[in-house]
């Protein structure tokens, strides 16, 4: 049985080790891009390879894209390679923002057409605090051959953003917290506010106060409460760049409700076009 959406500290405690499963470190930080890495050299979950958000899960930005567009699939599949990860892993990811960055990891490997790939529940943080082993040494990794089966139906461009608008036939979200949806901060794009007519569900209303997901009936019963009639499928998920949008696309998926999509350059790439249109408040 593979694991596809959430796998708990127990359960990959056992699999330390494993020569079947891939651990993957993806912490990662915008204020300060290298501390993610500095914090792996320093540990670790034992095993674990280190992918980075900019480097590693990105390709380069342009005028005209987000802050993080999807990576080039080859190149991407390229690493995974390198990284031991093969159709016959299970790969584990993992971050100290409780999925916030590791997320982004999960969806790029669906997107490849890798489906055995789950978050750990909680997180390095949960990790530290059960005392579970960490490591500064590198791991010994055997490189593999990942052939990427591309399936870009899990992702739309901004066209399809505004012809969805448009049509009024789907429900596009954004997951970035509220006080940015709204337009009153904004720390880290250029233009405050939303795209007219996304409704906001913050990332972080997928977990309890544990740092943890919400079992799969209460995020089943969080995201029924908004999408109503809307089927799964017709749902567009956005953030920032791209990323933690992917956090949604993931609760969604252990709740049962499969089938939303990636706005893959959610509001940075909206806003790089200033015609489009920007709106504030609720």
């Not at 489906?115 to 750990?120: D, G, P, Q, R, Y």
Request: with cysteine.
């Amino acid at each position: 049985m593979i694991l596809t959406t959430l796998v708990d500290t127990e359960t990959l405690s056992r699999h330390v080790g494993d020569p079947r499963w891939v651990v993957v470190d993806c912490r990662f930080a915008l204020t300060d891009p290298g501390a993610g890495r500095r914090a792996y050299e320093a540990q670790h979950i034992p095993g674990a390879r280190y992918a980075h958000l900019e480097e590693d899960l990105s390709s380069p930005v342009t005028p005209v894209s987000g802050r993080h567009p999807l990576p080039y699939p080859n190149a991407l599949a390229e690493k995974l390679g390198r990284w031991g990860i093969d159709k016959t892993k299970q790969v584990l990811v993992y971050d100290d923002t409780f999925g916030a960055m590791a997320s982004r990891l999960w969806w790029l490997l669906r997107w490849l057409g890798h489906e055995a790939v789950a978050l750990l529940d909680g997180g390095f943080p949960k990790w530290q605090r059960e005392k579970r082993p960490v490591t500064p040494e590198l791991p010994r990794i055997q490189p593999a051959q990942f052939h990427p089966t591309i399936d870009n139906a899990l992702w739309v461009d901004t066209g399809h953003v505004e012809e969805m608008l448009r049509a009024k036939n789907g429900l596009l979200v954004d997951a970035r917290g509220d006080e940015r949806y709204r337009g009153e901060i904004e720390t880290i794009d250029k233009v405050a506010g939303h795209i007219p007519g996304a409704v906001n569900m913050p990332y972080e209303d997928n977990l309890d106060f544990s740092g943890e997901f919400m079992s799969d009936e209460a995020l089943r019963e969080h995201y029924l409460a908004v999408l109503k009639d809307v089927a799964p499928d017709k749902v567009v998920q956005m953030c920032g760049s791209g990323v933690t949008a992917c956090h949604n696309i993931l609760a969604m998926e252990h709740a049962g409700l499969a089938g939303s999509r990636l706005y893959a350059g959610s509001w940075s790439e909206w806003i790089a076009d200033a015609s489009r249109p920007v709106a504030k408040g609720e």
